[in-house]
């Protein structure tokens, strides 16, 4: 847990730097002309087709006389774009995670490499195409279980849990392999992973606690939901800052994890000054002061009785 917190606190330092700050740029400027292209264009066809999907089920009769019995008359208003907004929201944050992962994670790194882990050898155990096929399955993987569990998306409390629990586990599995990719080699990096599944696991989570606070405004108000299509883009310029922290975090945390494990496995491998090597055609003595029992004594210069041939 000391280790998460003071990588969570160097973190938040370097975020304030300006080249980390500046790092949000591309990705917000990408994702936000993207969605915000969709959401100008579309919003209106989109949510026109779902509120006439959505008048044929009998459950959504029931849903809205549920909610008219106690005077809540603006839900058939906001119900279209609410599901709306769920549809969206995983696929902006995908997509700005994807983008963290891709254009940042390097400059994260190459910048914590010269301030803090100049030591750290780079035995670039990870690639490019490595890191996409991570994401991409790892993406597959989170919008399959979105997809599953959508429905518990909507209703509380579990729309505050389900989603972080998601966000937790794509990012740390996104994360993870891009804040090694540079230093460690595809045995370390496995090994790390395995031996810190769980801290990773909780930083993720937090991170992914962290990326649900716009989706908690979101569904706290349907004027909030109405509005969705103005307040997008600022939504989206906080995703890119949480995951540039949440690179910060997992790079801090990884990398000093890492250091540690290469200092262990360095102090418990023998050197050659600890080692005592036989010389060659010499036996070691079986005991440090006395020689062996089948070696026979010396004759001295007179036998050993003092006669010249060594009779008595």
Known sequence: MNDILRALGRALVSLLHPRMLWLTAMPFIVSGLLWGAVIWF????????LRVWLEQWEFTQWIYRFFGYFGVDSVRMALAPFILVALLVPLIVVTALL?????????VLRHLSRRH???????QGGSFWGSLGQSLGATFLFLIAALVTLPLWLVPPFFAIVPPLLWGWLTYRVMTYDALAY????????RLVREKR?????IGVATGLLGSLPTLLWVSSVVMIVLFPVIALVAIWLYVVIFVFSALWFAHYCLRAL?????EDAHREPTLAATVLPVAGVPPPESEDLPPADTPLLPGPSGP????NGSP
């Open 42 to 49: 579309g919003w209106e066809p989109f949510t026109d087709f």
């Open 99 to 107: 983008l963290i992962a891709g254009w940042s994670m390097p400059a």
């Open 117 to 123: 882990f100049v030591h750290l050898e780079a035995r």
């Open 183 to 190: 230093h460690a080699s595809p045995e370390e990096r496995r």
């Open 198 to 202: 769980l801290p990773l696991l909780v």
């Open 259 to 263: 250091s540690r494990m290469r200092a």
């Open 305 to 308: 009785t003092g006669s010249p």
